[in-house]
């Protein structure tokens, strides 16, 4: 994977950093639920129905904000120098650990570090030293 460092820009860093804190304090205060992906993404397989309509319109922004935000900008170039083999692994890893941490890094790391809460302050500890680890294996020792 590589980065378009000609066109990140610290201010379209900044606004999306608020929009997320945004829609999470406002999901929070109007909803009491916590904006953490795996938690919402799994409730629709729990087939609640008096809470699918939110989770549904939340995962369906998910989906649109590229296309949307295409209209009125050019998406950044992504490369990704893996096989997709290598991809569903890493998502099924992935899985695996936002349920062994209960919630996955914007449950935690967006939501639980805001709240100060002790739990989500070592869970996103791990979930950063787990990619350092796992960035510096792959890049500089088995290459």
Not at 32 to 46: H, N, T
Not at 77 to 97: E, F, P, R
């Amino acid at each position: 994977m590589s980065i378009d460092w000609t066109h990140f820009t610290p201010g379209s860093a900044l606004a999306g950093g608020m929009v997320i804190g945004i829609a999470t304090a406002v999901l929070l205060l109007l909803a009491g639920r916590i904006a953490g992906i795996s938690g919402i993404v799994g409730g629709l397989f729990r087939l609640q129905w008096r809470d699918m309509g939110w989770r549904m319109a939340f995962v369906a922004g998910l989906i649109l904000a590229p296309y949307l935000w295409r209209q009125f900008g050019e998406l950044p170039t992504i490369q990704v120098d893996t096989s997709y083999v290598v991809l569903a692994l890493a998502g099924l890893i992935v899985g695996l650990g936002t349920r062994y941490g209960s919630g996955c890094t914007s449950g935690h790391g967006v939501c639980g570090l805001s709240r100060l809460s002790p739990r989500s302050i070592v869970a996103t500890l791990i979930f950063m030293m787990t990619g350092i680890t796992t960035v510096y294996v792959i890049r500089h020792l088995l290459s």
